[in-house]
């Protein structure tokens, strides 16, 4: 069994549909013990993106947990035993993220890559990680991804994107970070 912390933060009435959608499909799977991250178990909006991974961190169970947003839509059905296996059995990565269907289809330098792990400098999520790795030290949203990684790499571990778990972001362009 594996906790799945999802980071439930829609800003809007599309966000909230998607979110929705993204609850309904974890709620369908076998072997995931999902857990909805709201913001209000932070002390303020502003640092939902450090505080939603602490919670995560906390309260963990499994030796390897997850982190999605509520705008990411794992495809296959064994998509979080699959991440937490690839993790496992590759003890020189600290953190492997899932690979985003865009990715596989147009996103360079990724597309053409097939092997089980690719290693990255900065991940997001969704992410995989040993309990007991991460320490959340402050930092803006959109430096966070990077700030988290470097936590990992201080440790003389590796991150990266586990290949084989492909999801859709479908709240892509719709982010809580926004694009301009």
């Keep these: 069994m594996i906790d799945v912390f999802l980071r439930w933060y829609p800003q ?17 799977l076998k072997g995931v013990r999902t857990h909805t991250v709201f913001a ?9 993106h450090i505080e939603s991974k602490q919670f995560a961190e906390h309260n ?11 705008d990411q839509l794992p ?11 690839t993790l496992a059995n590759h003890p020189e990565y600290g953190m492997l993220a899932g690979f985003p269907l865009e990715y596989a289809v147009h996103g360079q330098p990724y597309a053409d890559r097939t092997e089980d792990v690719i290693e990255a400098h900065s991940i997001g999520c969704p992410y995989f990680v040993r309990k007991g790795t991460l320490s ?9 991804d990077g700030i988290l990684s470097k936590v990992v ?18 709240g892509y362009g719709f982010s809580q970070i926004g694009y301009e």
């Design 12 to 28: 809007n009435s599309l966000r909230n549909r998607i979110a929705k959608c993204v609850q309904a499909r974890l709620s369908s």
């Design 75 to 85: 495809i296959a059905d064994d998509f979080f035993e699959v991440g937490a296996a």
């Design 40 to 48: 209000d178990v932070c002390a303020s909006k502003e640092k939902f």
């Design 136 to 144: 959340f030290p402050d930092g803006p949203l959109r430096q966070y």
């Design 153 to 170: 790499t201080d440790q003389n571990l590796k991150t990266g994107f586990a290949r084989k778990c492909l999801y859709n972001h479908i």
């Design 60 to 70: 963990a169970e499994s030796e390897i947990y997850c982190v999605i947003d509520d």
